[in-house]
């Protein structure tokens, strides 16, 4: 049994952190986000996954979209993942991923911090709106 056979999308996200890894291991800190998300991009699809960029998430109100959000990459269409390259990670950051989560079927999220410290966060969301559609790739 692999270690991570108990966790909602456990071998997926732990191919994904070893990406962010190899990608931060490769530069070090100090680059910005959107060079990482590259990288970062690049690894993956040379890892065999399918990487949408830029995602766009709509909030639904009643089954009515009220607005947009962007995630920074959407894996194999079942994990989030949210890219920052600050000092610290902003407070949001969190809230920020889980409102990702919220907003679509897919359960697994995570935050990836290329900061002075490479450090990951992995979220599940656990409890379900049933009335959300499923995710789906863009065209």
Not at 94 to 122: C, D, I, M, W
């Amino acid at each position: 049994m692999h270690q991570n056979d108990d966790l909602i999308e456990g071998d997926l996200v732990y191919s994904i952190i070893g990406a962010f890894y190899d990608v931060y291991n490769y530069y070090g800190y100090g680059l910005l986000e959107g060079v990482y998300v590259a990288a970062l991009h690049q690894e993956l699809l040379d890892r065999g996954h399918r990487v949408d960029r830029e995602v766009r998430l709509p909030i639904l109100y009643k089954q009515r979209r009220v607005g947009w959000h962007r995630a920074d990459m959407v894996v194999d269409g079942k994990v989030i993942v949210e890219c920052k390259a600050a000092d610290a990670l902003p407070p949001y950051a969190q809230r920020q991923v889980l409102s990702y989560l919220n907003a679509t079927p897919l359960e697994v999220g995570v935050l990836l911090h290329f900061g002075p410290e490479a450090k990951y966060h992995r979220y599940v969301d656990t409890v379900r709106n049933r009335r959300r559609g499923p995710y789906k790739q863009r065209s």
